[in-house]
């Protein structure tokens, strides 16, 4: 295919990228052929030019489309490389959750850190069995595949598990071994695959340490075999170690701790039984915190030690042994203290009395003196001579670090074999199954040896990986029959033999260490020498010449030569082994070294401790421990154990686990690319890929390539031959025959030929998609159009008439409003006008004379002013004119003054001086004529003053005298209005008085006016009050009237709550206690059919030995619950019985078993006591009926004497009439009017027929009669015993005398009266004073109980406050009057039954009386008439025998009866021929007879013999589903017929009178139906495990695979793992299959008469299991999780529904078992995008638990690329909605849950006496009774 057709436009590539690693772009623009760049645009919107390799022209990766991204196995990638595996391990395991993935034969698991729910039982079991392609990547699908070809091909199987430190590694080969464990079980009671899963806390103790990547790191390889027997069950396991780093022993890094026994040695230091061993914390000890980190997170060493401690009991190490191991472990820990000191440059010395030292030494039981000596000295042999040397400190430390890992490494290497040991059994191994466990690829900055050895071990491993690989491939050309060429792949067999050839690596490093100056710069140069020019992946680094390079298959490593000699010898010294050898206080410490090797260095040096790590290899059983093979390097021991171990890889089937580290920060869920690329280079997976690539990856059926692919083909390309039509289809799509070749099955496509076609369909749908989205917009928009066009003409239409109505409805209104307007307006402004002239004339007049009022008083004003001015300015004018006066005199006095003073002054010096004295009289020449001029007109002025002064006094002279006439005239005016105003003064005194006369007066009137009225309106208020009172006492009265209705009506719906509450938690708990009750009888079914079990073994183990007889025990564990005493010693004889044969095999196992069997038993009987406790409420009230009965037993014994009497009347008078017809009929023979046909012969023919029918009516009924009256006579009869066997002879000859029948029959109908008589008699009496007792008894316990009540009712009332104590006593009279009326009910009905009893009696009485006359009459007549009369003879017919519905069997008949009946018996025939449940009438019919016969004996062994028989019927046939039904149903009828007729009352009320009559006398079966019952439940349960085993294989198939609607979801490519295809083809199961199977199963239990609610029961409990099932496949497969899938779940889910609907089973309950599996269906289809998308998914998931939810989102896949993804953000925000449910976090559904059964009591109508025994059935030696 040209890269022009796929590097086109919006093409996604991948691109290489510093930090990602690889990054997503777009091509922005179409590639054409000889181009030098890619146009990209990266993800972030950023363009990028993208350069070509110019001689490479490499084009980019191409992305695989999204619908393949997450997919489960990276081989359905139609792109095979890096990018796309890494980008799809990191979708999976950031977005979906998902730590497993499949890549082809391998299983990809990414450690997590988070604990996952992915591990449990219930996973387990959902796995097992399964394909592996059929569920969701997991090591459990790993696990199963090897169980199930060990068991198929018969061919043993490995698992090998590698990966990084921090990887998981142990995890997953701890969670393989534990599916082991449980899917297969054990062969034996020896609990071995708990041992198996025993030893794991074991080696995690003693090999697993605490690293930098890793809490929890395995510092030793290991590989376990599971051996298998021969039914593939576990019989033990045998375990083998590599490489165990002793280093850590002495040596930790920082953030490392040492091993995790030591630590947890110190946590549990303050133990008592660890007080010897002197330890304290682990910071106290140099081996244990060199690391300074002893405490890992979330760890508990005290506990992890104690689990430590309950493996090694489990795996038979006793405690002796196990502290002997932690002396060991302390003893080395307390070594590590020991401080060593130089005492100079050549010796070292360890000062005295250390009390590590001691310590150590009394741990280990040697001498102080030995080991100081040996830890500081060293023995040299020679040929001749022996010298001891000292050791400087240096040397002396490296020994005493040597000793302690070399005790280390024979610990670890001793509890490794005691462990193997116990895991050992003496059955034979027919397969096994390997885990081996081992280190990863290693590189680091420095490596030294153990990366070596590790890297060395993985290139054998990837080689056999690559092989086994190119195998697989290659047989799958082969068996398809296709063409192929040899797949060029990387060999790594030169890079092995550069290691171990010869002259290889480890050759030059052993013949190095036996050089006696051997040294690590010497080697180097020797591998220079030899390979540098040899060997192209052999490398010299440029900067070094103590290193060097190995090209391995996953990268170069450089590997550092110091400490290499050293690590490869691995020696200590001898003469330190001697003295541990030599402990004889310490047993153990010398078995650890008594066939250890002798440890002397082959050049006597001393060891060293360079390098990181000190390795140590298990040495092998069975090896000859020669000083020359105890010589041997660590290199070659590993070299060896390498091989044995391809060895064993090579003889199995391999199955390969990669373990990858995520991240290096132990984050969870966080995943590095940089880190991830590294290890998936370095585990083989890219490998793996580059394999599967270079071939053809894709691979299809015929039937899914067309089912895909069918859209690309057109109607003429589809032929009747699918493979033919994808042929031709092939060749058109693509062109280039070599991307394709079809097979016998399958077509193969080369890599991008998928994404090809998945590119071609996508474009074909979206063209198809475009075309209907454009046809539907069409035809949407077009009826949009109409219909808009429809309703805009009605519209119009509408709105027009409603304008046009409204327009002459407005015209009308504005022409009646102008009219209204006119005459309105016309009166408003006529109004208006005459009220403005009214007020306008009104405010005139006012105005005017406010005006004239104002005017007037204006003057008066005005002149009153002017006059009072006037005085009051001439006052004021006085007043200013002297005040000035005076103060300008004053003024000029003082100026006058001051000038004088001045001029004093002047003129004194002025006389002093002539000129002055010139100048002053010159000025005052001037002055005095001024003053002269100033003096003439002031003396002007001065007399104009004058005469203005003279005019003025003259008028005030005037005015004056005028004023004085006027004061005059107002004196005598003043006198006047003195005199007036007294008068006035005493008038107003008066009007004061009198007014106040008035007012009091009218205030008195007032007062009395204002009492009166208060008065009325008080007392109208009082009425009113009392009225409101009274009403409002009215009111309260209802309202507490109603109150009190509402509160009883409350209450009495608070106890019908309460008592609906209670009796459903008495419903729950009750179910609850029957599924505990019902879950203990099947572990008792399973302990007995395993004691039946180990019985059938230990007979046929005893078989083949002379001389031994095996005695049997005839009664099964079952028996002991409803035999008698004297079955304990039979079971104990049984017991012993066992003891003798079980003798040579394990008797603790037997008395396990009998221990078991006997707490089963206890629990049992205890659940029963509470049961039986729990049903005494029931019998408490039955015994109250019983007393009832009694009482009215009298009375009815008395009705049936007088009924029977009657009756023996009525036979006489028939017999009667039926000769006195006879006889006429014989005489009117002759005259031919009673000839045959004749009317009169007729008639008398029909009343023949009538009377002989009421004959032999009364004669059935005279029978029953008769038999009771024998019972009650053999009563008699016992109390008189010995008088009756004194006189035999004499009641012999007695009745020999009465040779006349009637005298015998009245003797004996007089017998019987005296025998009825004196027995009522008696009765009567016992009966009267035992219920005068019972009821004495009764009415002083209800006093005591009344008594009781009424002291705690009044107790709590005067607790209580005033109103709750009225309410109290309030509802306790309700109460109380309730209670006596239901009391007086039950006395009225009483007293009613009673009232119809007696007029029974009196009917009886009166027509007894009747007949008496009667009889006496006829007896008079008849006599003579019958004498004289012929007899004639007449032939009458014989009737058949009465049956009472009994049969009768011999003792010795037993054992053919139930081998009749139950072994031999074929369910079919019986339920297609016979009614149903025959079996269990005939049963208890013969049960019947037993019971009437009074034996004991016979009814017991009759209940025993058939349930252990059927027992042995359902063991035997167990997986046959109509046996199963069969015996269901009728065990259930033969317990209804013995509660049918038990004779309780409570099941005797559907019964007919002739049914009560056949109930059982003699005996009591109470215990015997709990014993059928517990059987009917493990028949049940049988019934549905079988269905189960029947419908499991159908429901993944029908429900989830199988596509009901044809086309709805397509098949998605697939890779290596093929998935069961969804195409119904022949032997697929379908939903048609499953509605088969469910109405097979309906059918059979009702051919076979299951009670209908039985049927309703097991019905629901299939639906759960088909629910269940489904929702559990549903979340454990990825493919599965679609929108399309949903609406197929849905759409199955209403065909299960309709079902349902046909059967009328709607309302058992079986519909809202799939409530959950609907809910996960619906959850498939809604939207999941938006916040109320979220919203409605909470509200609607109701049935499924949070986990559930979320694993379905984390699965959802689209199937077409037309669907989206889920977001993460979207999971987050249901994750935190649902935070606050309280469920349970489990995954899945338990599918083994089985709901409680119960046995609703269903009496029968059918009649026992009616049933034939067909001759079918070999029945003949039973006889009707």
């Known amino acids: ?120 039982t219930d996973i387990i079991n959902a796995y097992s069995g399964q394909n592996m392609g059929d569920m969701d990547p997991h090591i459990f699908a790993v696990a199963e595949e090897a169980y199930k070809q060990m068991a198929r091909d018969e061919r043993n199987q490995s698992i090998i598990v590698s990966g990084e430190s921090g990887a998981g590694k142990t995890v997953s080969a701890k969670y393989a071994m534990r599916y082991f464990a449980t899917v297969s079980g054990s062969a034996s009671e020896a609990n071995v695959e708990h041992k198996v899963l025993a030893s794991n806390p074991i080696m995690e103790a003693i090999g697993n340490a605490k690293t930098t990547r890793n809490d929890n790191s395995s510092r030793f390889g290991k590989y376990i075999e599971i051996g298998f027997d021969t039914r593939y069950r576990i019989i033990g396991a045998n375990m083998r170690t590599y490489l165990l780093e002793k280093s850590r022993v002495v040596f930790q890094a920082d953030e490392e701790r040492n091993y995790h026994v030591f630590y947890q040695l110190c946590a549990s230091s303050h133990l008592p039984e660890f007080k010897t061993l002197r330890l304290s914390s682990a910071n106290d000890f140099v081996y244990t915190r060199q690391g300074r980190s002893p405490v890992i997170e979330g760890v508990d060493d005290t506990k992890e030690l104690s689990n430590t401690r309950h493996a090694f009991t489990m795996l038979g190490i006793n405690e002796t042994y196990q502290m002997g191991l932690f002396q060991v472990l302390a003893a080395i820990l307390h070594l590590g203290n020991v401080e060593i000191k130089d005492r100079d440059s050549d010796s070292s010395i360890i000062p005295p009395n250390n009390r590590h030292l001691t310590a150590f030494c009394e741990l280990v039981g040697v001498s102080y003196q030995d080991m100081t000596q040996w830890l500081c000295h060293r023995k040299l042999k020679t040929a001749t001579e022996t010298y001891i040397k000292t050791l400087p400190r240096l040397q002396a430390t490296n020994a005493r670090d040597a000793l302690s890992k070399h005790i280390y490494a024979k610990l670890f290497n001793w509890i490794v074999e005691h462990v193997n040991k116990a895991l050992i059994t003496n059955i034979k191994q027919h397969s096994f199954i390997g885990v081996l466990d081992i280190y990863g690829f290693e590189t680091f900055e420095i490596n030294s040896f153990e990366q070596f050895c590790i890297n060395y071990a993985n290139e054998k491993l990837q080689q056999q990986f690559n092989m086994h690989v190119f195998k697989l491939e290659q047989e799958e050309y082969m068996k398809e029959q296709i063409p192929w060429t040899l797949i060029d792949f990387y060999d790594n067999q030169p890079c092995i033999n550069l290691i171990e050839a010869k002259m290889g690596i480890l050759d030059l490093l052993d013949e190095e260490c036996k050089m006696p100056k051997g040294s690590d710069d010497s080697w180097a140069q020797k591998l220079y020498n030899t390979h540098l020019k040899t060997c192209s992946l052999f490398e010299k680094p440029r900067m070094s010449n103590r290193a060097f390079i190995i090209q391995h298959f996953a990268d170069k490593v450089e590997y550092q030569c110091d400490g290499f000699l050293e690590k490869n010898k691995d020696t200590v010294n001898e003469e330190q082994i001697n003295v541990l050898k030599a402990s004889k206080k310490f047993p153990l410490l010398v078995e650890l070294f008594q066939d250890g090797e002798k440890a002397t260095s082959p050049t006597g040096q001393a060891p060293g401790t360079g390098g990181r790590t000190r390795l140590s290899v298990k040495p092998e059983k069975g090896r000859d421990k020669s000083s020359k093979e105890h010589k041997k390097t660590v290199g070659c021991q590993f070299r060896n154990s390498l091989q044995m171990l391809m060895e064993t890889l090579n003889a199995t089937t391999p199955h390969y686990v990669r373990c990858i580290k995520p991240n290096d920060f132990k984050l969870a869920f966080t995943f590095d690319p940089k880190r991830a690329v590294q290890q998936l280079r370095a585990c083989g997976v890219l490998e793996t890929i580059r394999i599967s690539a270079a071939g053809f990856p894709s691979r299809w059926t015929y039937q899914e390539f067309f089912s895909r692919y069918r859209v690309l083909m057109v109607q003429k390309d589809v032929l009747p031959d699918k493979k033919l039509t994808c042929r031709n289809v092939l060749e058109k799509l693509v062109q280039d025959q070599d991307k394709y070749q079809f097979g016998k099955t399958k077509i193969f496509f080369r890599a991008g030929q998928v994404a090809y076609l998945e590119k071609l369909r996508a474009d074909k749908l979206r063209v198809a998609c475009i075309r209907i989205q454009k046809t539907i917009r069409c035809w949407l928009a077009r009826k949009k159009y109409l219909r808009k066009r429809s309703a805009a003409i009605t519209i119009q239409r509408f709105t027009r008439g409603y304008q046009a109505r409204c327009l002459v409805k407005f015209m009308r209104r504005t ?6 307007q006119k005459y309105r307006r016309m009166y408003v402004e006529k109004k208006r006008y005459r009220q403005k002239q009214a007020a306008a004339l009104v405010m005139q007049t006012i105005l005017r004379a406010y005006m004239a009022r104002q005017k007037y008083q204006a003057l008066v004003r005005e002149h009153k002013a002017v006059i009072i001015q006037t005085r009051v300015r001439g006052w004021l004018a ?77 008028s005030f002279t005037a005015e004056c005298e005028g004023l004085r006439t006027e004061l005059n005239r107002l004196k005598g005016a003043e006198e006047e209005a003195k005199n007036k105003t007294n008068q006035v003064n005493s008038l107003l005194e008066e009007l004061e008085r009198l007014k106040k006369e008035l007012s009091t007066t009218q205030q008195e009137k007032k007062t009395i006016e204002d009492w009166a009225t208060t008065y009325r309106s008080e007392m109208e208020k009082m009425v009113s009050e009392l009225k409101d009172q009274n009403g409002s006492l009215k009111k309260e009265k209802d309202d507490l009237n109603r109150s009190i209705q509402e509160q009883s009506q409350q209450m009495t719906e608070k106890m019908t709550r309460a008592i609906a509450q209670e009796t459903q938690q008495l419903e729950t708990d009750l179910n609850e206690e029957r599924s505990r009750y019902q879950n203990l009888l099947t572990e008792h079914l399973r302990l007995e059919e395993k004691y039946d079990d180990l019985k059938e073994v230990m007979a046929s183990s005893n078989i083949s030995k002379p001389g031994h007889r095996r005695t049997d025990s005839t009664h099964s564990s079952n028996e002991s619950e409803y035999t008698y005493n004297s079955e304990y010693a039979e079971l104990e004889e049984g017991s012993r019985a066992a003891e003798d044969v079980t003798r040579g095999i394990d008797t603790s196992l037997t008395l396990k078993l009998q221990k078991r069997l006997t707490e089963l038993e206890q629990e049992k009987q205890s659940l029963r006591n509470e049961l039986e406790n729990k049903e005494d409420q029931f019998q408490r009230a039955r015994a109250r009926d019983d007393a009832e009965f009694k009482k009215a037993r009298g009375a009815e014994l008395e009705y049936e004497s007088l009924k029977r009497q009657e009756l023996e009347s009525e036979n006489k008078k028939l017999k009667h009439d039926l000769a006195e017809m006879r006889q006429s009929l014989l005489g009117d023979k002759a005259t031919g009017a009673g000839a045959p046909g004749s009317p009169a012969y007729k008639v008398l023919l029909e009343q023949l027929n009538a009377s002989c029918e009421e004959l032999d009516v009364r004669k059935e009924e005279v029978l029953i009669l008769r038999s009771q009256l024998v019972s009650q006579k053999e009563a008699m009869h016992h109390k008189d015993e010995k008088e009756t066997m004194t006189e035999p002879s004499i009641y012999a000859e007695d009745v020999s005398k009465l040779k006349d029948a009637d005298e015998l029959k009245q003797a004996c109908i007089g017998l019987k009266d005296t025998n009825r008589l004196l027995e009522h008699q008696l009765q009567t009496q016992r009966r009267g004073y035992d219920s005068e007792v019972e009821s004495l008894r009764g009415e002083l316990q209800n006093v005591k109980e009344e008594n009781n009540r009424q002291q705690q009712l009044l107790a709590q009332n005067l607790q209580l406050p005033p109103e709750a104590r009225i309410e109290a006593s309030l509802q306790h009279e309700i109460t109380r009057l309730t209670n006596e009326n239901l009391d007086l009910m039950e006395q009225l009905e009483k007293q009613d039954r009673t009232i119809r009893k007696l007029k029974k009696q009196l009917k009886v009485y009166s027509k007894r009386i009747g007949e008496m006359g009667a009889g006496q009459a006829e007896g008079q007549t008849s006599p003579g008439q019958m004498v004289d009369e012929p007899i004639h003879p007449v032939n009458i017919p014989r009737r058949e025998k009465d049956f009472q519905g009994m049969l009768e069997y011999k003792k010795e008949d037993e054992l053919k009866l139930v081998k009749n009946l139950i072994l031999e018996l074929k369910p079919r025939g019986v339920a297609v021929n016979l009614i149903p449940g025959l079996p269990a009438y005939i049963l208890f019919m013969c049960l019947r007879h037993a019971d009437y016969v009074n034996d004991d004996q016979k009814v017991r062994t009759l209940l025993t013999s058939t349930i252990n028989s059927i027992k042995k019927i359902l063991k035997k046939r167990g997986d046959d589903f109509e046996t199963v039904s069969f015996w269901l149903a009728n065990t259930c009828r033969f317990l209804h017929c013995l509660k049918q007729y038990s004779g309780d009352e409570a099941f005797m009320k559907h019964n007919t009178s002739r049914q009560n009559e056949h109930c059982l006398s003699n005996f009591d079966l109470a215990e015997y139906r709990q014993v059928i019952s517990d059987l009917a439940i493990q028949i049940y349960q049988q019934l549905i495990k079988c269905m189960e085993n029947i419908l499991q294989p159908m429901i993944v198939s029908g429900m989830l695979e199988h596509e009901t609607i044809q086309g709805v979801s397509g098949v998605k490519p697939t890779g290596l793992r093929k998935r069961t295809s969804s195409i119904a083809d022949e032997g697929t199961y379908t939903l048609d299959s499953i509605l088969r199977q469910l109405s097979a199963f309906h059918s059979t239990m009702c051919q076979h008469g299951t009670d209908p609610e039985l049927i309703k029961q097991v019905v629901k409990q299939q639906f759960y299991i088909i629910g269940a099932v489904t929702l559990n496949n549903l979340l454990l497969r990825k493919d599965m ?21 046909d059967k009328g089973l709607m309302v058992c309950g079986a519909k809202e078992t799939l409530e959950p599996l609907i809910q996960a269906a619906q959850l498939l289809q809604v939207k999941k995008k938006t916040d109320e998308d979220a919203e409605a998914i909470c509200s609607m998931c109701l049935a499924l638990t949070t986990a559930q939810i979320v694993k379905v989102l984390n699965l959802y896949t689209p199937v077409n690329e037309f669907e989206e993804r889920v977001s993460v953000a979207f999971i987050r925000t249901i994750q935190t909605r649902l935070r606050d449910r309280c469920e349970s976090p489990q995954l899945l559904m338990d599918t083994k849950m089985i709901y409680p059964v119960t046995f609703p009591f269903s009496p029968s109508s059918l009649a026992l006496e009616t049933i034939q025994i067909p001759g079918s059935l070999n029945l003949a030696f039973l006889t009707r009774v």
């Not at 922005?28 to 993208?50: R, V």
């Not at 022409?815 to 209204?820: E, V």
């Not at 200013?880 to 005076?886: E, N, P």
């Open 878 to 954: 006085r007043c200013w004119y002297k005040r000035c006066l005076v103060s300008i005199v004053y003024l000029q006095c003082c100026i006058r003054r001051m000038r004088a003073r001045h001029e004093l002054k002047k003129l004194k010096v002025e006389a002093r001086s002539v000129e002055h004295f010139k100048k002053l009289n010159k000025g005052m020449e001037n002055k005095i004529m001024q003053l002269q001029r100033r003096i003439d007109e002031q003396t002007k002025d001065n007399r104009s003053i004058n005469e203005k002064l003279v005019g003025m006094e003259t």
């Open 815 to 820: 022409q009646a409003a102008t009219i209204i």
């Open 1 to 120: 295919m040209a890269a022009s057709e796929l590097y086109t436009k919006r093409a996604r590539v991948w691109i290489p990228d510093t930090e990602e690693v690889w990054k997503s772009a777009e091509l922005s623009k179409d590639y054409k052929n000889g181009d030098a760049s890619l146009q990209l645009i990266l993800e972030d919107g950023t363009g990028l030019e993208h350069k070509l390799d110019p001689k490479t022209k490499n084009l980019p990766y191409l992305r695989n489309p999204d619908i393949l991204v997450g997919e489960n196995d990276l081989t359905a990638l139609s792109y095979l490389h890096e990018p796309a595996v890494l980008h799809n391990l990191k979708v999976r395991f950031s977005d979906s959750k998902l730590i497993y993935t499949y890549c082809g034969i391998v299983l990809v698991a990414i450690n997590p850190y988070e604990t996952l729910p992915i591990y449990g």
């Open 1681 to 1701: 999780c679609s929108w399309s899938k949903g609406m197929q779940i849905r759409y199955n889910v209403s065909q299960l529904e309709e079902w349902l609907r």
